[in-house]
């Protein structure tokens, strides 16, 4: 029985989307590649009222970034509209008729701030398609709505999954009569929790999303259309700020302001890119070592961002030049080092967690007092992880915190004040060897070392930027 239930609903969703679609047909076609395009040749085709069934089977658009507004660059709905659809409506001369645009929240997090994602994924996705066709259009055409927590969309999806808990969530949502603070919270409840935290997981990210649906058509005679370069005027209000709910972990973050022109709404960062960064290790530049003092070391690292992807490339030097003769403390490095990393921050390639690989080899000449300094040099290599976060809004100044682990292993040899064999103080340094002087061959011991090898407290600036795109790119 449940799964004749389930045959059927589904039969009724296709059916009332297939009338729907019929009805539309009638004056506007739909382009096969693109079925949120409708188009007719008619200069007095009525653009048909549209039903929440025909717009959950022909809307596309933009899926977010968790609790963010900002188009993704990376997003495959961008290139398609910019580059295959918009070129094809110019080439028929056709205009603007109609777009409706609804953008939506998925259901974790706090409801007041999912109502000001939905409302603000519209507001981009408006901006991005409007801006992008390079037309004149009349702004009463443009209907937009928004939806705080979008369930009837979750259950469109988890039917078209075929999910086998479809039924149930229908039947909370029906128990709520669409009330969607009840609605969570009976999904939360339900089976321990377990249910939730799967959609959590499966649906949820798809419904972090905005959909359009355009007509397009020739200019009727009794519409006198505005001019897109001399005004624009909105149909979405901008969402109230809200005050942050401090029992929940997901920040608040505050819309940008629209001007009122459109723009393509993908993030500011897109437009300048980094090339270049230079970074420090505070904990390098305030270094102390016991029996020795305050040791501070010049230490730079130059991190480039390829044009795509989540690699960088690094290579950084270290250099310690401490000389006290009088109490025969020395404290002499250089250090060269290569690191790949990997972040995994997404809608930001270079931000957040990261692990890397890591190579250096280094010389040093290192001395506590009279009899005892240390000189040599050796290789190492070994695995880094850590974790960024911007300090200014732009993210182009940013904090480090990192560790590394790995494998050292040098050749050195002690050296002393004065000779060892004959004990004279003669004012010369001496290798700590009591052999035969003929005999002698530098770097006769051996130190190896498995475990940590590097802490930090790092501060990043990007000083070498891309030339700047429209619209992002990367």
Known sequence: MQYRKELWTLIVLLLSSVKAVAQTASSFEQLPEYPFIFISNDRNAAVPEVSDSLFNACARGIQFTVNRTELRA??????????????IL??????????????????EGPYDNNCRLGAGRTK?????????LGMPFDPSSIETGSVCEDYEYLIVLMRQAGD???????????????????????????????TWRRLLKQYFPTL???????????????????????????????????????????????????SGVPSSGVEEEASRLPLIALRTNLLHDFFYLPKFGFAPSVNLQLEFFPRRGHLTYNIGVS???HRHWSTHKFFQVRDV???????????????????????????????????????????GAGFSGGYTLPLIKNGHFRLELMGAVGFLATRYD?????????????????????????????????????????????????????????????
């Not at 110019?90 to 259901?107: C, D, E, F, W, Y």
């Not at 052999?435 to 090898?453: E, Q």
């Open 74 to 87: 990376g997003e495959s709905f961008i290139p398609l509209y910019r580059n295959e659809v918009v070129p």
């Open 90 to 107: 110019r080439q028929k001369g056709l205009v603007l008729r109609k777009i409706i645009v609804r953008g939506a929240a998925s259901p």
């Open 124 to 132: 981009r996705l408006v901006d991005f398609v409007t801006s992008e």
């Open 164 to 194: 086998a808990q479809a039924d149930i969530v229908q039947q909370i949502w029906d128990d709520c009569g669409g009330d969607e603070r009840c609605c969570k919270e009976k999904l939360k409840k339900h089976d321990n929790g377990r």
């Open 208 to 258: 972090r999303q905005a959909r359009v649906m355009m007509w397009f058509g020739r200019m009727p005679e009794e519409v006198e259309l505005m001019n897109l370069d001399k005004v624009f005027v909105s149909t979405i209000k901008e969402p109230e700020p809200l005050q942050p709910d401090l029992t929940q972990h997901l920040p608040l973050l505050p819309l940008t302001p629209w």
């Open 319 to 321: 250099v310690s030049n």
């Open 337 to 379: 080092q290569l690191e790949l990393r990997r972040y995994f921050k997404k809608g930001h390639p270079y931000r957040g967690a990261y692990l890397g690989a890591y190579a250096h080899g280094f010389v040093y000449g290192i001395g506590f007092g009279a009899n005892s300094g240390w000189e040599g040099e050796g290789l």
């Open 414 to 474: 002690p050296y002393v004040w004065g000779n060892p064999i004959t004990g004279d103080i003669d004012g010369k340094y001496y290798y700590d060897y009591h052999g035969t002087a003929s005999k002698f061959k530098k770097r006769n011991h051996v130190f190896t070392w498995l475990g940590p090898t590097n802490l930090g407290i790092s501060l990043t600036y990007d000083i070498v930027y891309r030339k700047k795109q429209k619209g992002g790119g990367r």
